[in-house]
Structure formats: C-alpha cells, structure tokens
C-alpha cells in the first residue's frame, strides 16, 4: 500500500471521497448527524453480539462482531478499566482506543460496517481479558464461570464454521455475485480460439443516480471490479494486461457494435439498485442480428442470463 501511495494517492483518495459522510455537498450540520449515529451504532449490543452486519458480504449472519460469550467478561473488563483508569495508564489506553475505535467506520455512509471498525476487536478482547482476570481475582465461582462462558465459546464457533461451509454458501451468492461469475465462466468455457467475448452493460451492477439517470458502477475496462474475473477465467497474460489493460480482441464491452465473431452476455430484466432497494425492468438493449442463443442461466434476484452467439 505504501509503495502504490507513493506513486500515486488518488486511488486511496477517490475511493473515500465516494463513501465519506461528507459526499453530496452535505451540509456541516448533516456531516454531524451523519457522523454521531454512526459513531453511537457502532457501540451498539445488538451489532456487537447479536446480529452484526446485514451485507452478508461482510458478515455470514451467525452472530454479532464479537462472540456473545464475551459480553459479560466485557462488561466486567469495562466496570474495572473506568475504577482504575486514573492509576493505571493501560487501562487509560484500552479506553481511550474504545471511544476512537469507530470514528474511521463513522466517517463513511454505510450503517454497521463490520469490516470497517474490524479494529475495535483488539480492544473489546483486551476488555473482555481484563474483566476475565478480575472475575477469577474478585469471585469465588468467577474461574467456574470462565469455563462456562469457555463452552458456550466453543459451542457457537462450532456452530458458526458449520453454517459458514454449510448453508451461508447458498445464503451468499447474491452478495458475492456468485451467478455473474458461473456466467462469466461459462462464456469462456464456450469462446472459441479466434473469438471475442462481448459483455453487455446489463450484465453490470447499475444504479440509479440522483439526477435519475442509470449508471454502471464499474467503467468500460471493468475496473474497479469485474477485471479480475475476466484475467482468471479468460487465462489473459498478466504482463499483457498491465502493458496494454484488457485485450480488445479476447474480451470486450458491448456497444452495439461487434469486430469479431463471439458471444455476447446479457442480462433479461436489468436489475437496478435503488439506494438500498433493488428493482427490474425489461432490457432496452436491442439483440444483434443473427443472434442465437445458447444458455440461460439463472440469477438470484429472479433476472437471467442469456450467452449469445454472434457475428459481424
């Protein structure tokens, strides 16, 4: 990451300035509000233990940020850091690191990004040790309680890895966009040696912008995305791709317009994001002439996938 900043800030720059608070000319009184819900959700129990991050990209659905057995050592840790925080720095510290652990996650526009405030586990581990330490020292029964919480520990690890190879596999693929990769797949495994494999726009993330209008989230090189998909599955020489960007002639974006025999994929209803809503409409995209199709494949949102053959 340093060596990339050191050529170059913008990437790291033009990333932030489309998630942060401050986008869409908001105003000083808004970025406030933005950033203090934000901040007091990050706090929040039911993120922490209980239900986490609803992007299942992020987040399998199992559980919260933190493992639910460490809410009472937590608690405890926490009661005993503000006793003896005024002689004893590092408990100062572990505080202090709880009140800043949010603000990077704050600054952006997204609710409940576990991957952004992924930080602030270091300092609830170091609290929940902390009140671990004082309940043996304090209680009687504090090391039976320890082994207790230890099992239902186990128990819900046991539990989480057993969805997350099991049923989250299903649960995702909308979120990984699993359906446009086994497309994209397929329409290498079809390409022929000497043809281009054509991608329309529809097959790509859309959006509504705030003048209304649609717009890909990703430019005609497929960047920032989808390029990597089509370097693996299209076998394209990496050195190729960083002297020259994707070859035209192996894969191309569709604009109505085909150089060379190939397939063409398209998507039938275009699925559109709507702020957090998703929404369909038929696609306006006119078929080439003497197009045949091969394949339809399904799409999790209820839209298709239609692999074309086509020619000049």
């Not at 099992?151 to 969805?163: C, M, N, R």
């Not at 890909?216 to 998909?229: A, I, R």
């Amino acid at each position: 990451m340093l060596i990339s900043l050191g050529h170059s800030t913008e990437p790291l720059t033009s990333r932030f300035q489309g998630i942060s608070i401050f986008a869409h000319a908001a105003s000083r009184k808004e970025v406030i509000g933005r950033f203090m819900v934000r901040y007091a959700e990050y706090f929040s129990p039911q993120f922490l233990f209980l239900k986490g991050d609803s992007n299942l990209r992020h987040y399998t659905g199992i559980g919260g940020e933190l493992v639910l057995s460490l809410l009472p050592v937590v608690l405890a840790g926490l009661w005993w850091a503000i006793r003896f925080a005024r002689t004893q720095p590092g408990y100062r510290l572990v505080l202090v690191s709880l009140l800043i652990y949010p603000i990077p996650a704050a600054l952006t526009v997204d609710h409940f990004h576990s991957t952004r405030c992924i930080n602030g586990i270091l300092t609830f581990t170091l609290l929940g040790v902390m009140g671990a330490y004082h309940l043996v020292r304090k209680l009687h029964f504090g090391r039976s309680a320890l082994i207790l919480l230890g099992l239902i520990a186990v128990a819900q690890t046991g539990y989480y890895l057993w969805d997350y190879f099991g049923d989250y596999q299903q649960r995702a693929r909308g979120y990984l966009l699993a359906d446009f990769t086994d497309a994209i797949e397929a329409g290498f495994q079809r390409l022929g040696t000497n043809e281009t494999f054509y991608l329309s726009g529809s097959v790509l993330p859309l959006s509504v912008t705030p003048e209304g209008k649609l717009a890909l989230s990703v430019d005609k090189q497929f960047h920032p995305y989808f390029y990597t998909h089509l370097l693996f599955f299209g076998k394209i020489d990496p050195r190729t791709y960083q002297q020259h960007g994707l070859p035209s002639e192996k894969v191309c974006y569709y604009e109505g317009t085909i150089h060379r025999p190939g397939l063409l994929l398209r998507a039938d209803p275009l699925v559109i994001k709507f702020g957090n809503q998703w929404m369909t409409q038929p696609d306006p995209e006119p078929l080439p002439l003497r197009a045949k199709r091969l394949v339809v494949l399904p799409f999790t949102t209820g839209a298709h996938y239609e692999l074309y053959r086509i020619h000049p």
